[in-house]
């Protein structure tokens, strides 16, 4: 039994259908736990064990990991936490409990790059990311934490800017380069730890994508693709900030993202030298050709 968190969001909705098509050659029953079962299809509904409410409640988490072996976890946004420590840790206190308590086998986590650079402890969601593993690890599971950089994904967000304006922004400076990766890559990463379950002991696994890009090697490559100009603009860390804020976001949320904006920017993702084991397939010109593309011409 694999239990699935956020079962509907980019990672887990792409890992649950990759868990459908594989899961039952193996043997293996899937279990989901969602706030809403209705956003999940019907036809989904019927091949999973549906638990409903949120994995950060502990009655919930007691009744999803009870005869479990395995689970994936995702802690997802939450605009109102006090704190970075609340939003990962906090959340993931009744989980960790329940891990023990139902003899939970393996864990794998979706994290971040970072660790052990010079920026890890102020680089607000990662530090929060990374305490988290560690809070994992010393259950004394099985983990692997997915050490990811930044999204490709992250930028539909912008999709009415590039598309309206022809423009897509950041706090990155123009020409330094970063890793980055597509969700559905991680997903899959994800998905072939939790069918082969022969590792043990707690560790990283990094997502690095093909590729180092610039946010004008971006810029050029939406250009290339979309068949229209699409420009960097650079915002400060105060705009970024007053951005943040104007969404609504609480004043935790907001500095996290603005630390973790700029460590990445001074080098909270050069931690870790690519090698072929841990580079995932998608290139960003085929998820702009197959994601984001559709997204802005919709």
Not at 19 to 25: S, T
Not at 190 to 206: K, Y
Request: net charge negative; with cysteine.
């Amino acid at each position: 039994m694999i239990v699935i968190t956020a079962p509907t969001g980019h990672i887990g909705g792409r890992l649950l259908d990759i868990l459908l098509g594989e899961a039952p050659d193996r043997g293996e029953e899937l279990r989901v736990i969602v706030r809403d079962p209705a956003r999940l299809p019907d036809e989904v509904r019927a091949r999973v064990d549906v638990v409903t409410g949120s994995h950060g409640d502990a009655e919930v988490v007691d009744r999803a990991f009870a005869g479990a072996d395995a689970v994936f976890w995702l802690v997802p946004p939450d605009p109102r936490a006090p704190s970075m420590d609340a939003a990962y840790s906090g959340f993931t206190h009744a989980a960790a409990k329940a891990f023990t308590a139902h003899g939970i086998g393996h864990v794998v986590g979706v994290s971040a790059l970072g660790r052990g650079t010079p920026v890890a402890g102020r680089a607000g969601h990662v530090t929060a990311s990374l305490a988290m593993d560690d809070l994992i690890a010393s259950t004394g599971v099985a983990y692997r934490a997915l050490a990811c950089p930044s999204f490709m994904d992250n930028l539909l967000r912008q999709r009415a800017s590039i598309r309206d304006d022809g423009v897509y922004t950041d706090i990155a400076a123009p020409d330094r380069t970063a890793p980055t990766a597509a969700t559905r890559d991680i997903a899959a990463v994800a998905a072939g730890l939790l069918l082969d379950r022969s590792w043990t002991g707690t560790g990283e696994v990094p997502v690095l994508g093909p590729e180092d890009l610039s946010a004008v090697d971006m810029a050029r490559i939406m250009s290339d693709v979309l068949g229209r100009p699409v420009r960097y603009e650079r915002q400060s860390l105060e705009e970024f900030r007053a951005g943040l804020a104007g969404h609504g976001l609480g004043d935790a949320l907001v500095e996290g993202y603005v630390n973790m904006a700029y460590a990445k920017n001074n080098g909270l993702d050069d931690g870790v030298s690519r090698t072929p084991r841990i580079t995932s397939p998608t290139t960003f010109r085929e998820w702009c050709e197959q994601v984001l593309r559709p997204e802005v011409q919709a």
